[in-house]
């Protein structure tokens, strides 16, 4: 917290303002007092009087310059003690402020992928590495297994299948083969990819999105505190007030040192203290009530910003979903081989892939407690599926329905140097497999799942159906939301059928789907609330009246251009944030009523009656300790326990269709 130059100067202040009281009211000697009472004006006040100086060159009078000046003045009256009072208050509000933000922002600064800053160009026979920025176009790269592609181009060579979720937020990897065009930012998966540069680092379609936020961010108008609001113009009322305070009784004959200690009185009272404290700590503490539940607000104006959304927009793979396909049901038709078969051999065959598909399927068998032999030989074809030959000559292939024929020939291809492979006979027992096959297919396709098609020596065998689920209690957490704000929309680049299955599930009505990046914006309402994971989902969060990115697959756009980071539960963080971000807001207010009044009646015994000094300092003071205390009880707030019990009674009584269902 020391590396704050608010926190350094507030803490200054405060250790001058300790040693400077006891030396006042023990009888120190003068020059002593003195020096301590300078020490603690200047560590608590010179960044705010240059502040204040620095707006007043630019025509404008903030809350900085009027707090110095009512320090100053008490000062020159001879309350040396009031007035670093006032000082160390207000130091204290903004160092309490800058730890607040710079905690919140070096947590999400810890969350942000990196791009990828080299790439693998090729010339000729030999390979650099060089920066991707200085990528031209023309240029060829070598793309590897599990590296991000560093620019936009078209595949020369090779076959891969490229997880280019970031940019889609489709869940599933696409399959990439000479001609194709693939995107910067994207991931290689198991094969080998040879690029050619087709566009300049600084046109790529990550580029394009990146420009797209700063925009957004540059038309999104400045969110700023209530207070800060009016602040300006309260500052000029409160000086001219002043002057006239000090300068009408001393024309109408009063003598110069009570007219100059009521104007200092006024300004001591008027001086904005309360109104400060009154709308910070609230925001304050509820940034540290969500923080603990996993959820990172930048700034004190989003609380504000979260108190007056009403609606809400998400996207679905990430979000509304895992992003982490599973298995969802296992079928034969084969009467040679069971289910758990089926899948054990299936797993024992994708045993060691990178695909997401492969990983789920041992994630499955092994969930099951399934034994997987080891295979003799393993054939990957990117983007087609994965073959297999284990003992006994026994062939499986595992792939997509209309491609794992041809993984199943790759392997008998790869063992004729061998022995040679039998021709099987089509019979009609098997045309009734491949169409009992079909179906299967067919109907997880049309439930908006991925159908993995399994053949053994070249006969289908199976069908393993995969789903990307609904996050847990996903239903729940939506009719929570749909309490707190109103009927949620899922915006997504996914097709409709995968998109409306999702959505049925955990009971979204309103779906927009097949949105490339730039056309999420086109459906936002005015106070919407955003929230997405992706890099394709950063414009969406820069224009969102407030945007919140989904920690555990945000990528470092998405981050940016948000204003929070929701770090676990995404789903059901939202009703009990928007419900605390309102309270906080209920509290401030009514903060900002008892400060108004306690200063108006302040003010108004000065300006009617004869104000003692002492009493209006106590009066102000006090005033400016309750709205603080007040505002600090939100972090007691039992209100978001009292959320999450109420989802999941919710989950208990509805959402009972999300476990255990039919494919």
Not at 262 to 272: D, E, K, L, W, Y
């Amino acid at each position: 917290m020391l590396s704050l130059p608010e926190v350094r100067s507030a803490a200054l202040a405060l250790v001058a303002f300790a040693a400077a009281v006891p030396a006042d009211l023990l009888g120190a000697p003068w020059p002593l007092v003195a020096l301590l009472y300078a020490a603690c004006y200047l560590a608590g006040g010179w960044e705010p009087a240059w502040s204040g100086l620095r707006a007043l060159r630019e025509r404008t009078l903030d809350v900085d310059l009027l707090m110095i000046v009512a320090a100053l003045g008490a000062a020159a009256i001879g309350q040396y003690l009031d007035g670093a009072l006032l000082i160390v208050i207000f130091a204290g509000s903004g160092a309490l402020e800058a730890v607040m933000t710079a905690r919140t922002r070096a947590s999400i600064t810890g969350l942000l992928d990196l791009a990828p800053e080299i790439a693998h160009r090729v010339v000729g026979d030999r390979e650099e590495t060089v920066r991707a920025a200085t990528l031209l176009v023309g240029d060829e790269v070598r793309v590897r297994p599990g590296e991000k592609l560093p620019a936009d181009g078209v595949v020369v060579s090779g076959a891969s299948e490229v997880d280019a979720s970031s940019l889609t937020g489709e869940p599933l990897p696409v399959s990439r083969n000479l001609g194709d065009d693939v995107f910067a930012g994207t991931v290689n998966g198991t094969g080998a990819l040879r690029v050619r540069v087709t566009a300049d680092p600084t046109q790529t379609v990550v580029a394009g999105i990146a420009a797209q936020v700063a925009r957004a961010a540059e038309t999104k108008s400045r969110r700023q505190l209530f207070v800060e609001r009016v602040e300006q113009r309260y500052s000029v009322v409160v000086v001219v007030a002043a002057v006239l305070v000090f300068a009408v009784p001393l024309l109408l004959g009063e003598a110069l040192r009570e007219a100059l200690l009521r104007a200092m009185t006024f300004m001591i009272v008027a001086s904005p203290c309360a109104v400060v404290l009154a709308t910070m700590p609230p925001l304050l503490a509820a940034i540290a009530v969500a923080g603990r539940r996993g959820v990172l607000l930048k700034e004190a104006g989003v609380v504000e910003a979260l108190a007056e959304v009403d609606a809400v927009v998400l996207d679905k793979t990430g979000t509304v979903t895992r992003g982490r396909p599973e298995v969802r049901a296992v079928e034969t038709v084969s009467a040679r081989h069971s289910t758990d078969e089926v899948l054990a051999l299936a797993a024992a065959a994708e045993l060691g892939s990178e695909h997401v598909l492969g990983r789920a399927v041992v994630r499955e068998a092994r969930r099951r407690g399934l034994d997987l032999q080891q295979a003799r030989e393993t054939t990957a074809l990117p983007g087609v599926g994965v073959a297999a030959e284990f003992e006994g000559a026994l062939r499986v292939a595992v792939g997509r329905p209309e491609s794992t024929k041809r993984a199943t020939t790759a392997v008998t291809t790869s063992a004729e140097s061998t022995k040679r492979a039998t021709t099987a006979v089509t019979t009609s027992a098997e045309s009734t497999k491949r169409a009992a096959l079909a179906d299967l297919v067919d109907r997880a396709e049309e439930a908006g799942r991925t159908a993995v098609v399994v053949r053994v020596d070249g006969e289908p065998t199976g069908v393993i159906v995969l789903a990307d689920e609904p996050r847990p209690a996903a239903r729940a957490a939506l009719a929570r939301l749909r309490e707190t704000v109103g009927e949620p929309t899922m915006l997504t680049g996914d097709a409709e059928g995968p998109a409306r299955a999702v959505a049925d599930r955990v009971g979204i009505a309103q779906v927009e789907s097949g949105l490339a990046p730039a056309d999420k914006t086109a459906h936002l309402p005015p106070r919407a609330l955003a929230v997405g994971d992706g890099l394709n989902d950063a414009p969406l969060l820069a224009t969102a009246h407030v945007g919140l990115a989904v920690g555990e697959g945000a990528g470092t756009l998405s981050v940016e251009a948000a204003d929070g980071v929701l770090l676990r539960d995404p789903l059901g963080a939202l009703a009990p944030l928007v419900t605390l971000a309102r309270r906080a807001r209920r509290i401030a207010r009514a903060n900002l009523a008892f400060a108004a009044a306690v200063i108006v009646g302040l003010v108004t015994w000065d300006l009617v009656g004869t104000l003692p000094l002492a009493l209006g300092v106590a009066g102000h003071e006090l005033s400016t300790v309750l709205v603080c205390l007040n505002g600090l009880r939100i972090l007691v707030w039992p209100g978001w326990s009292e959320h999450v019990e109420g989802a999941q009674g919710h989950a208990t009584e509805q959402g009972r269709d999300l476990v255990g269902a039919a494919p």
